[in-house]
């Protein structure tokens, strides 16, 4: 199985900054990676799919980058409505697994 | 527009199944695979499995194999999940989830295990 890392656990900024937040893949997944952003109680909303590609919806400070088993996203200019913890997903290949998460909390 | 709705919340006994459904609008759910995700209070997401709809295909994290079971019922444009031998650790909100990505989720439905 294809393990996921995701790092910091937790970050904590605030409001305007620019915040990166990373995911490792234990091998190559190619770009087949999503990123995915949650809050309290609500289910996942997907950000970036296949690595840099931006779901139609979700604003434009939010980014993806990266290939193989390296793998960031970056939110240029961090919103209120930014604070919450997102997941990485990796679909390369069965099973599916996701990273632990990365909590953005304010600071 | 998308949506998926998902049955209510459930309480079960240990050793129990429950059964979720997963019931799609807005698109043809023969179009798309379904994934099941779930999260224990506190916790992170976990992958189940998936169910390609057009021809049933499923493929099971290694993990619930031998518990779990999806379906599809392409006339009423439904998913289900069910997992069998429940136990207090399957306590957790169960999400299905449309296509290779997840792009559309349902609101999640809640399993309690408890005796």
């Known amino acids: 199985d294809i393990q996921m890392t995701q790092s910091p656990s937790t970050l904590s900024a605030s409001v305007g900054d620019r915040v990166t937040l990373t995911c490792r893949a234990s091998?190559?997944?190619?770009?087949?990676l999503a990123w995915y952003q949650q809050k309290p109680g609500k289910a996942p909303k997907v950000l970036i799919f296949q690595a840099s590609s931006l779901q139609s919806g979700v604003p434009s400070r939010f980014s993806g980058s990266g290939s193989g088993t390296d793998f960031t996203l970056t939110i240029s200019s961090l919103q209120p409505d930014d604070f919450a913890t997102y997941y990485c997903l990796q679909y390369s290949s069965y099973p599916r697994t996701f990273g632990p998460g990365t909590k953005v909390e304010i600071k | 527009q998308v949506q998926l709705v998902q049955s209510g919340a459930e309480v079960k006994k240990p050793g129990a199944s429950v059964k979720v459904s997963c019931k799609a609008s807005?698109?043809?759910?023969?179009?798309?695979?379904v994934s099941w995700v779930r999260q224990a209070p506190g916790r992170g997401l976990e992958w189940m499995g998936w169910?390609?709809?057009?021809?049933?295909?499923?493929n099971y994290a290694q993990n619930f194999r031998g518990r779990v079971t999806m379906t599809t019922d392409t006339s009423t444009s439904t998913a289900y999940m069910e997992l069998g031998s429940l136990r207090s650790d399957d306590t957790a909100v169960y999400y299905c989830?449309?296509?290779?990505?997840?792009?559309?989720w349902g609101q999640g439905t809640l399993v309690t295990v408890s005796s």
């Open positions: 989830a449309r296509g290779t990505y997840n792009d559309f």
């Open positions: 169910i390609s709809a057009n021809n049933a295909n499923t």
């Open positions: 091998q190559s997944i190619s770009s087949w």
């Open positions: 807005g698109y043809t759910l023969s179009s798309y695979g």
